[in-house]
């Protein structure tokens, strides 16, 4: 199986700041990655896909990076809808993993 | 626009078998495959397998042996079983969309774009 890395796994922050989260996979997925983002008691909800392509209707604050093995999510200006946990997902083989998550919590 | 509703048993005792049943409705069920995920309380995503409309079928290989997806096209459905339960597989239960990315060579990545809300199983005796 793939093993999907994120890092922080807790990241503070303030509205307005921008937010880097990384996302390392153990060993090459070319650019099939995606992250979502997923509040307390919510389904998951798909931000970007192919690492950097930004799903319909997602802010453009948010934004992808990456290939091979090491991704980034950007959030440009923090706001106060953004605090949730982020997950990284790797849909190159089988099985599909995630990342263990990273949650962001204001500062 | 595409909505997934899921519904199935939300109790369940040790050794029983799980069953779950994801309805799509507004959009295309071909074309697509079909996935289910789970979260046990206070951790992370767990990719259990995914089906599409012509049966074929892929599972994670930690649950392959108890898990079994199937679909009726007829109704829109994919359902999951989930053998030989214990309480580590108490959980939220998630049905999502698998949407494809060409990546060349006639071959697709699916990646999950809609997602349902979940359903929450917990195995007690």
Redesign the interface.
């Known amino acids: ?1 793939i093993q999907m890395t994120q890092s922080p796994s807790t990241l503070s922050a303030s509205v307005g700041d921008r937010v880097i989260i990384t996302c390392r996979a153990s060993q090459s997925i ?1 650019s ?1 990655l ?1 992250w979502y983002q997923q509040k307390p008691g ?5 931000l970007i ?2 690492a950097s392509s930004l ?1 319909s209707g997602v802010p453009l604050r948010f934004s992808g990076s990456g290939s091979g093995t090491e991704f980034t999510l950007t959030i440009s200006s923090l706001q106060p809808d953004d605090f949730a946990t982020y ?1 990284c ?1 790797q ?2 083989s ?8 990273t949650k962001l919590e204001i500062k | 626009q595409v909505q997934l509703q899921q519904w199935g048993a939300g109790l369940l005792k040790p050794s029983e078998t799980l069953s779950l049943t994801c309805a799509v409705y507004g959009g295309s069920f071909s074309g697509y495959y079909w996935s289910w995920i789970r979260q046990p309380p206070g951790k992370g995503l767990e990719w259990i397998g995914e089906i599409n409309h012509s049966g074929s079928t892929n599972y994670n290989p930690s649950l392959k042996s108890r898990v079994s997806i199937s679909v009726d096209t007829s109704k829109n459905q994919f359902s999951l079983k989930l053998s030989s339960v214990t309480a580590a597989d108490t959980a939220v239960y998630y049905c999502a969309r698998g949407a494809g990315d060409y990546g060349g060579l006639g071959y697709y990545y699916y990646y999950m774009d809609v997602w349902g809300k979940g359903t929450t199983v917990t195995v007690s005796s």
């Not at chain 1, 919510?42 to 798909?46: I, W």
């Not at chain 1, 089988?94 to 998550?101: H, L």
């Open positions: 199986d070319s099939w995606a919510k389904a998951p909800k798909l896909y192919k799903e997950y997902q849909y190159y089988y099985p599909y993993t995630f990342g263990q998550g």
